[in-house]
Nanobody, 124 residues
Framework: QVQLVESGGGLVQAGGSLRLSCTASGRTFSSYFMGWFRQAPGKEREFVGGIGWSGASTYYADSVKGRFTISRDNAKNTVYLQLNSLKPEDTAVYYC?????????????????WGQGTQVTVSS
């Protein structure tokens, strides 16, 4: 069992930055592929990015590539999502998720554990 708790969301102006954190319970955090997803009002949940066990491999949706960065600290059971150059269209609830596998990918059903989400609002 893994429990995930996100933090770091908030209101920011376009062009600004935020850093989201997701802290996991349990002793096997390093064995999970970690993903970030987001869901805007009236839209389906979409993959933002993911990171492999060691942190050496990262994956991003085209819409955020070059602006967002995922990292993880296995000693702290925490995964981060750095959001830079934010746009109003980045406004959404952001979720972290854990997949008990080497690679989770962009399909949300691959992820067995989800956090409660944190709101990111970008004003124009």
């Amino acid at each position: 069992q893994v429990q995930l708790v996100e933090s770091g969301g908030g209101l920011v102006q376009a062009g600004g930055s935020l850093r989201l954190s997701c802290t996991a319970s349990g002793r096997t955090f390093s064995s999970y592929f970690m993903g970030w997803f987001r869901q805007a009002p009236g839209k389906e949940r979409e993959f933002v990015g993911g990171i492999g066990w060691s942190g050496a491999s990262t994956y991003y949706a085209d819409s955020v590539k070059g602006r967002f960065t995922i990292s993880r600290d296995n000693a702290k059971n925490t995964v981060y999502l750095q959001l830079n150059s934010l746009k109003p269209e980045d406004t959404a609830v952001y979720y972290c998720a854990a997949a008990p596998s080497y690679y989770g990918g962009d399909y949300d059903r691959n992820y067995g554990y989800w956090g409660q989400g944190t709101q990111v609002t970008v004003s124009s």
